[in-house]
């Protein structure tokens, strides 16, 4: 099994929701990726904390399979996002973000790091996306995320990315405003010519489609009773559905499908409990047992 390389962010989150609220809890794109990805694959983590960072959080992230020597501890304050969710729970509303040690963050990759058999690349500047791409061996998936702030401040960074790069996971919105249309199936025609041969669009309460090669599949969410926390939904998806890729034996559409359900349900379990609680906490069996009622729910007579 090949190592699982993931550059992103560490944060310290509060956020409130109508279900609840926390205050400082363990969050960020790879604290969410990693956590998910665990259960799967060997992860590797690049990523910066503050001397503040709680040696509680990192007692969380010290899982087994997790490799942190990656993450860096600097002088300073650790990166703080505050947030707001309405009862739609579609979309954040960002109250107040501090990046501090974050601001300044050049990734640097430790040389047993170099080789991975796949890297995900989080939501962050794209020119600190390219700066990995260039310390690492050509991996044999190079997957990212981005968001609207690239698309719009840096999108020649951003495409520079994509040629070099094999997958893409990003919401629908994000989709629509990088392909410049409403259409999705004519969005994943555009933004595929520019290098990622699968893209893979996540809809919220609506679930996911996955444009690869000539194949489009789509599935739904799963349908959950209470729902506490979207945060790190879509960083918990991709977790899985990496995390799956890196332990498959063979890669191919196939797996690339079983990776869609499994990224799906780790975003289920994410967004069961606030921070990574519910996550943390899985055993195999219940990952099993949610992806076989996936499985039930999208059966069908042909």
């Known amino acids: 099994m ?4 993931v550059v992103g962010s560490v944060a310290l989150d509060s956020v409130k929701t109508p279900f609840g609220e926390v205050t400082e809890a363990l969050g960020g794109s790879a604290t969410f990726f990693c956590t998910a990805a665990s259960y799967f694959a060997d992860i590797q983590l690049i990523a910066v904390v503050g001397e503040d960072f709680p040696s509680e959080h ?42 501090n040690v974050f601001e300044t963050f050049r990734p640097s990759v430790p040389e047993s790091y170099r080789t991975p058999e796949q890297l995900f690349l989080a939501n962050i500047d794209p020119e600190l996306q390219l700066m990995v791409l260039e310390q690492v061996q050509r991996p044999s998936i190079v997957a990212l995320d981005t ?6 401040g840096k999108i020649e960074a951003l495409r520079k990315v ?19 249309n409403r259409n999705l199936v004519q969005v994943s025609r555009i933004i595929r010519s520019w290098g990622p041969r699968t893209l893979i669009i996540k809809r919220g309460e609506y679930g996911v489609v996955m444009f ?26 991709a977790g899985g559905f990496m995390g799956f890729l890196a332990s498959a034996s063979v890669v191919d559409e196939q797996s690339f499908r079983q990776a869609v359900v499994y990224g799906s349900v780790m975003a289920s379990f994410a ?32």
């Open 147 to 152: 968001m609207n702030f690239w698309i719009d």
């Open 271 to 302: 967004v069961q409990s606030f921070s990574i609680d519910r996550l943390a906490t899985l055993t195999d069996q219940d990952i099993k047992n949610r992806y076989m009622e996936f499985s039930q729910l999208t059966m069908f007579q042909a």
């Open 2 to 5: 090949g190592k699982l390389l």
């Open 212 to 237: 690869h090669d000539d194949a489009v599949f789509a599935l739904p969410a799963y349908p959950l009773e209470s729902l506490k926390d979207p945060t790190g939904a879509g960083d918990s998806f």
């Open 162 to 180: 994509l040629r070099k790069s094999d997958v893409l996971i990003i919401n629908d919105g994000e989709a629509q405003a990088l392909g410049g």
């Open 58 to 99: 990192l007692a969380v992230l010290k899982r087994d399979r997790v490799d942190l020597n990656g993450l860096e501890r600097r002088p300073g304050q650790t990166f703080r996002w505050r947030g707001e969710y309405s009862h739609k729970l579609n979309e954040a509303k960002t109250i107040d973000t501090q990046l």
